[in-house]
């Protein structure tokens, strides 16, 4: 049987062990995808997004995460970090009519210390992103965590 689909649109994944390489393999995965597919215009941001969201996953949780790469067409690609988690954070958990850097309904995230090491990371996915969003998964049955998906696209 054959399946046809458009030639803009195409889907990669990748699981990626608790480990702290994870965001340079992630990193890698998005420059090869995006380079193949003629999408080079959008490496910088994409990678970028795609760091920090896997680098948060690696951070606050225990357990694996994946990586989900898709072009929609007409140029747009979402990106999609699954973890075993399930709290979404802010801004990720507002409802879907809210989400989104050109709604004016976004109010920006608690500024983040000058000195800090970290805590920009979903404050520039909310700056730099079309649109993003969040997913619960709940806490799994039997006590294994389903997690959340978090997603953006550009």
């Known amino acids: 049987m054959v399946t046809v689909a458009p030639p803009d649109t195409w889907t990669y994944a990748l699981r ?19 380079h193949g597919h003629g999408m ?9 997004l ?10 606050h949780t ?8 898709t072009a929609l067409g007409d140029g747009r690609l979402r990106v ?7 709290h979404v954070p802010a801004p990720f958990d507002e409802p879907p009519g809210g989400r989104g850097a050109k709604s004016a309904t976004i109010s ?25 969003g969040g997913w619960s998964l709940g806490s799994g049955l039997l006590g294994r965590g389903a997690g959340k998906l978090l997603w953006f696209e550009v």
């Open 50 to 59: 795609t760091s920090e969201l896997v680098t948060n996953a690696y951070r």
């Open 62 to 69: 225990r357990g694996p995460a994946s990586l989900r790469l």
């Open 40 to 48: 080079a215009e959008t490496l910088d941001v994409v990678e970028l």
């Open 108 to 132: 920006p995230i608690t500024s983040t210390p000058v000195d800090s090491e970290g805590g920009r990371g979903l404050f520039l996915v909310q700056q730099c992103a079309t649109s993003w």
């Open 16 to 34: 990626l062990p608790h480990d702290p390489r994870a965001a340079r393999v992630a990193r890698m995965t998005v420059r090869a995808a995006l």
């Open 80 to 86: 999609g970090v699954w973890d075993s988690s399930p």
